[in-house]
């Protein structure tokens, strides 16, 4: 190395970035720190390390929680960050202090880290699972109802809107099945010559409200109408869909449904 090279080319730039993000996972690190993934307004998801916040007198320390959407302020270097400052916006404290909600939201998290990608800004996403985790604790909104909506319009942000123009095989008869692996409505008698995957019914009720949350603005995704049955109907589907394309399932998942229904799934 040549002498009297600048010092920041050998280790490279270093810099300070604010941005605003959400904590989707919390690692504790050595004695004192943490290691965070965090859904971020700029940069996409990111990893970054939070030292000493988890001493009581930390003043980050609670920006450092998972669903916490805070103004962060981070040292980048190659790639590599360190949270430096935080802001709280947002902590969420109506699902924090319900196992049942907070299980829920911890399900919204998981699902959001496994869709986001490195540092490839995702803002739909982001707002998505902020008004989802709100829908929850300020606004009190039926369990199933924001659950059903999340999967479904998550689905459509990660590429897998299905299609809801009518049935996909002979576009011709009446939509009453609903093809879990290939999105697709098949009316009956096209159901019955599929002999591949699962068709899950969809009456009128829950396929309005199924293109309602598939094609609404995002700001209107709780503005439509739907029956508890239809709602029921619909919140399976979503989950089996989401689960199918996403390939895999999810143990923050199980742990709802054992809350919710008393058992395993």
Same mark, same amino acid.
């Given at each position: 190395?040549?002498?009297g090279m $600048?010092? @920041?080319a =050998?280790k490279?730039?270093i810099?300070?970035v604010k /941005?605003k993000? #959400?904590v989707?996972?919390?690692?504790?690190? &050595?004695d004192?720190d943490k290691?965070?993934?965090?859904?971020? @307004? *700029?940069l996409?998801k #990111? /990893?970054?390390?939070?030292r000493?916040?988890?001493?009581? +007198?930390?003043?980050?320390?609670a920006?450092? &929680?998972l669903?916490?959407?805070s103004e962060l302020?981070?040292? !980048?270097?190659?790639? +590599?960050?360190?949270?430096? !400052?935080?802001?709280? %916006? !947002?902590l969420f404290? !109506?699902?924090?202090?319900?196992?049942?909600l907070?299980s829920l939201?911890s399900?919204?998290l =998981?699902?959001?880290?496994t869709?986001?990608?490195? &540092?490839?800004?995702?803002?739909?996403l982001?707002?998505?699972?902020l008004n989802?985790?709100?829908a929850?604790? /300020?606004l009190k909104?039926?369990q199933l109802?924001v659950?059903?909506i999340? @999967?479904?319009r998550?689905?459509c942000l990660?590429?897998f809107?299905p299609?809801? $123009?009518?049935c996909?095989?002979?576009?011709q008869?009446?939509p009453?099945?609903?093809?879990?692996?290939n999105?697709?409505?098949?009316c009956?008698?096209?159901? *019955?010559?599929?002999n591949e995957?699962i068709?899950?019914?969809v009456s +009128?009720?829950?396929?309005?409200a199924?293109?309602? #949350?598939?094609?609404a603005d995002? %700001?209107?995704?709780?503005s439509?109408k739907?029956?508890?049955?239809?709602?029921?109907e619909?919140?399976? #589907?979503? @989950?089996?869909?989401l689960?199918? &394309?996403?390939?895999?399932?999810?143990? /923050?998942l $199980?742990?709802?449904?054992?809350l919710?229904?008393?058992?395993?799934?």
């Amino acid at each position: 190395m040549p002498v009297g090279m $600048d010092l @920041e080319a =050998q280790k490279g730039t270093i810099m300070f970035v604010k /941005t605003k993000g #959400i904590v989707l996972r919390a690692t504790d690190y &050595q004695d004192q720190d943490k290691i965070l993934t965090v859904l971020t @307004e *700029d940069l996409g998801k #990111i /990893t970054m390390k939070a030292r000493g916040v988890k001493s009581s +007198r930390n003043t980050m320390k609670a920006a450092c &929680q998972l669903m916490a959407y805070s103004e962060l302020t981070l040292l !980048e270097q190659q790639g +590599r960050y360190v949270l430096t !400052e935080a802001s709280t %916006k !947002e902590l969420f404290m !109506e699902l924090q202090s319900d196992l049942e909600l907070m299980s829920l939201g911890s399900y919204f998290l =998981q699902v959001t880290e496994t869709v986001a990608q490195e &540092q490839d800004p995702a803002p739909e996403l982001l707002s998505l699972l902020l008004n989802m985790l709100y829908a929850l604790g /300020t606004l009190k909104k039926p369990q199933l109802l924001v659950k059903t909506i999340f @999967e479904l319009r998550l689905c459509c942000l990660a590429g897998f809107l299905p299609s809801l $123009d009518g049935c996909g095989k002979c576009n011709q008869g009446e939509p009453e099945y609903f093809h879990i692996l290939n999105g697709e409505l098949y009316c009956a008698h096209c159901a *019955d010559l599929c002999n591949e995957g699962i068709r899950m019914p969809v009456s +009128r009720g829950s396929l309005e409200a199924l293109r309602y #949350i598939c094609y609404a603005d995002g %700001k209107r995704l709780l503005s439509f109408k739907i029956s508890d049955k239809a709602l029921e109907e619909l919140c399976s #589907i979503s @989950e089996a869909y989401l689960c199918s &394309q996403l390939g895999q399932g999810f143990y /923050t998942l $199980d742990f709802y449904k054992t809350l919710l229904y008393g058992v395993k799934s």
